[in-house]
C-alpha cells in the first residue's frame, strides 16, 4: 500500500483529512452540547420546582394537619362520646344528635375547606339530608374508599373521590378516623375536606402544572394538570421516599420520558411531586444543538483554509497536550510540559502545569475535610450521651436515700451512678466489654427492682474477650427496647445476651421473649409506641460512621416467639484512633 504522503499532493490531503476530522468534531460536539445542556436545564428545572414544592408542602402540611388536629379533638369532645356510648331513649337521643350536630356544623363552617362531616355509629338518628352533618348507619361504612385502610389504622386518608350532596356531586378528600373509648368501638368520624381547596394550593400560580400528593406509603391522593396513564411511576414509586430530589423515569413501549421533582418534608407524611415532559426540557437543548452546529459549520470553513498550511505546526503541540493528558493519573508520575514555546501555546502549558498542581491541592484538601467531616459526625452522635452533672447529682441523692433508710432507692442510684459512670467513660468514645456487660447489668437490676419480679435476663461471655474494645452504649437501647416494648403488656419475661467471636467478628445476640416484631404496636394498645426509637437509631448511625456498611445491626423475630437482635462488629484489641474512623469500610 502507498503511503499517501508519497502521492497526493499535501495540501489536498490535509484538507480533505482535516474537514473530515473536524465534521466529525463538531457532530460529537453537538451531541454532547445537546446532552449536557439538556441534563444542565433538568437540574436548574428541579432546583426551581424542588423550592416551590417545598414551600407548597410547608402550606399543604399545615391545612391537612389542621384537620387532623380537628378531627382528633372531635373525637374526644364529651359530648360526642355520651351520645355515643350511653344508651338513652329516643327523646334524649335526638335531642343529644342535635346538639353534637350543632358542634360538628361550627366546625365546618368556620374552616371553608371543610365540605362536610359524617359520622359513623350504631342507631343513627337520620337528620337533614341537606344538612353538612350526617349521621350514617356504621355498616354503610364498608363501601366507602378509605374503608379498607382503616382496618390496620386508627386514621386514613383517603385518595381524590366524589361524595353525593345536596349541592350535587362533590370532589373530595376523606380524612377517617376511627372513634375509641374505653377500648370500645363506638363509631368512625370522617371530615370530607373539598378538593378543589387543596388541589387551587397545589397548582398555585402555575396552572399548566403536573402535580401530584402522594401518602408516604405511595397512595395518590389527589393531582393537578394531566397526568396521563402513560406516565411511568411505578417503578419510582416502589422504592421507599427518603428524601427530597429528582429522577428520570424512561417511557417504555415507545412512551415520551418525564421529569420527577418531589419533595418530602422531615416532618410531613406526605410527598409532594411535579411531572415534566423531558421533551418539553430538552427543547432548549436543541436550540442550543443547532446554534451550535451553525457556528461550527463556519467554524470548518475557516479553520480548512488555515488548516493548509497551518495543520503541522498546530496540531503537534495539541498532540502533546492531549497525551500528557491522557497520561495524567491522580497521584501518579509527575509529567514535565515543555518549555521551548514562548507564544501562547507557552502559556498553554504552563496553565495545564498549574492545573494539575492545583488539582492535587483540592484532592488532599478534600481528603483533609473527609476526615474533619467523618470525625465531626461521630462526635455529633456522642454528645447526645450522658451528661455529665448529672452524675455528681446522683452522687447525692444516694447519700440522702441512705440517711433515710430508702435502701432500694439508695441502690437504683448507685447503679444508675455506675451507668453514668460508665457511659462519661473518661471522654472516650470506646469501652471494654467488661465495661459494656456491666452497664447492661445495672439497667437489668434496676428494672428488677422496678418490677419487683417476673423479669429475668442471662448474659453468657466467655472472660477471654471481655478485654475487647466497642463503642460505648451498644447493648442498654436494645434491652430497653425489649422491655418498654417486648414487655409492655406482659408480667414476666427473660432476656438472654451471648457474646461470643466468630472468624475475627465480634457477634452480640440479645433475644427476648416478648410479643416480637409484628405485634409491639396494636392499635387499641395503651402502651402504643414506636420500636426501634432514638436510641436503637444511634446505635447504627454509630456503627456505621465507625466501622462502614459491613457491620451492623439485624432485628429478626424468633420463632418460638420474641424478638433477636444481632449485633456485628470488628473484634478491636485496643482503642481506635479517631482520624482512622470510618476508612477503608465500606
Known amino acids: 500500500m502507498h503511503n499517501p504522503f508519497k502521492k497526493y499532493r499535501i495540501d489536498r490531503l490535509f484538507f480533505y483529512s482535516f474537514a473530515t476530522l473536524i465534521v466529525i468534531v463538531l457532530a460529537s460536539t453537538v451531541l454532547i452540547s445537546f446532552r449536557m445542556s439538556s441534563?444542565?436545564?433538568?437540574?436548574?428545572t428541579s432546583h426551581y420546582q424542588h423550592k416551590l414544592l417545598v414551600e407548597l408542602n410547608k402550606e399543604i402540611s399545615s391545612r391537612l394537619q389542621t384537620i387532623e388536629q380537628i378531627s382528633l379533638s372531635l373525637s374526644r369532645d364529651e359530648q360526642l362520646i355520651s351520645y355515643l356510648r350511653v344508651q338513652k331513649d329516643e327523646y334524649q337521643r335526638y335531642q343529644e344528635s342535635r346538639n353534637v350536630a350543632q358542634t360538628l356544623a361550627?366546625?365546618?363552617y368556620s374552616i371553608p375547606m371543610i365540605q362536610e362531616i359524617d359520622l359513623y355509629m350504631d342507631q343513627p338518628v337520620f337528620g337533614d339530608s341537606k344538612s353538612y352533618i350526617q349521621f350514617m348507619e356504621r355498616s354503610e361504612a364498608s363501601g366507602r374508599i378509605?374503608?379498607?385502610?382503616?382496618?390496620?389504622?386508627?386514621?386514613?386518608w383517603s385518595s381524590e373521590h366524589l361524595i353525593p350532596s345536596f349541592q350535587g356531586t362533590v370532589p373530595v378528600m376523606s380524612y377517617a378516623r376511627k372513634i375509641i373509648y374505653d377500648n370500645k368501638y363506638l363509631g368512625i368520624l370522617v371530615i370530607q375536606i373539598k378538593a378543589e381547596s387543596i388541589r387551587s394550593t397545589l397548582a398555585g400560580q402555575s396552572t399548566e402544572a403536573n402535580r401530584l400528593i402522594l401518602s408516604d406509603t405511595g397512595k395518590l391522593l389527589l393531582h393537578t394538570g394531566d397526568i396521563s396513564n402513560h406516565v411511568q411511576l411505578s417503578e419510582w414509586l416502589d422504592h421507599k421516599i427518603e428524601d427530597s430530589g429528582y429522577t428520570r423515569i424512561r417511557g417504555e413501549a415507545g412512551l415520551a420520558d418525564n421529569l420527577l421533582v418531589y419533595s418530602k418534608s422531615p416532618n410531613s407524611q406526605w410527598v409532594l411531586v411535579e411531572v415534566t415532559p423531558w421533551e418539553q426540557i430538552s427543547a432548549g437543548g436543541y436550540k442550543l444543538a443547532e446554534a451550535v452546529g451553525i457556528i461550527g459549520v463556519v467554524a470548518i470553513l475557516l479553520t480548512l483554509i488555515l488548516a493548509l498550511w497551518l495543520s503541522k505546526q498546530f496540531t503537534k503541540p495539541i498532540k502533546y497536550l492531549i497525551s500528557m493528558m491522557s497520561a495524567y493519573s491522580l497521584g501518579g508520575k509527575k509529567i514535565n510540559v515543555p518549555q521551548d514555546y514562548e507564544n501562547e501555546f507557552g502559556y498553554l502549558f504552563?496553565?495545564?502545569s498549574k492545573q494539575n498542581e492545583r488539582i492535587e491541592e483540592l484532592y488532599e484538601s478534600l481528603q483533609r475535610r473527609h476526615e474533619q467531616q467523618r470525625k465531626a459526625e461521630i462526635e455529633a452522635l456522642q454528645?447526645?450521651?450522658?451528661?455529665?452533672f448529672l452524675y455528681n447529682t446522683l452522687d447525692q441523692l444516694n447519700w440522702m436515700a441512705i440517711t433515710r433508710g430508702q435502701h432500694e432507692i439508695s441502690r437504683i442510684i448507685e447503679l444508675m451512678g455506675r451507668m453514668f459512670r460508665i457511659g462519661l467513660s473518661n471522654g472516650e468514645s470506646?469501652?471494654?466489654?467488661?465495661?459494656?456487660v456491666m452497664h447492661v447489668e445495672s439497667y437489668?437490676?434496676?428494672?428488677?427492682?422496678?418490677?419487683k419480679t417476673g423479669l429475668e435476663y442471662s448474659i453468657a461471655i466467655n472472660s477471654d474477650i471481655k478485654q475487647l474494645f466497642l463503642p460505648k452504649l451498644i447493648l442498654q437501647p436494645f434491652v430497653e427496647n425489649s422491655i418498654i416494648h417486648g414487655?409492655?403488656?406482659?408480667s414476666e419475661g427473660h432476656i438472654h445476651i451471648r457474646i461470643e467471636v466468630n472468624n475475627d467478628i465480634l457477634s452480640i445476640v440479645i433475644e427476648d421473649d416478648g410479643v416480637g416484631l409484628q405485634n409491639q404496636m396494636k392499635p387499641d394498645s395503651p402502651h402504643q409506641r414506636h420500636t426501634g426509637g432514638y436510641g436503637v437509631r444511634n446505635v447504627k448511625e454509630r456503627i456505621k460512621v465507625y466501622f462502614g456498611s459491613r457491620y451492623g445491626v439485624a432485628l429478626t423475630p424468633r420463632d418460638e416467639g420474641g424478638t433477636r437482635v444481632h449485633i456485628t462488629l470488628p473484634t478491636l484489641t485496643s482503642r481506635p484512633d479517631p482520624a482512622a474512623w470510618g476508612k477503608n469500610n465500606d
Open 444 to 451: 437489668l437490676e434496676i428494672q428488677q427492682l422496678r418490677w
Open 106 to 108: 361550627n366546625v365546618t
Open 350 to 352: 504552563l496553565g495545564y
Open 146 to 156: 378509605w374503608f379498607d385502610a382503616l382496618q390496620d389504622n386508627d386514621t386514613t
Open 383 to 388: 454528645a447526645n450521651i450522658n451528661p455529665h
Open 39 to 44: 441534563n444542565e436545564l433538568a437540574q436548574t
Open 487 to 490: 414487655f409492655a403488656v406482659r
Open 430 to 436: 470506646f469501652v471494654t466489654l467488661a465495661e459494656e
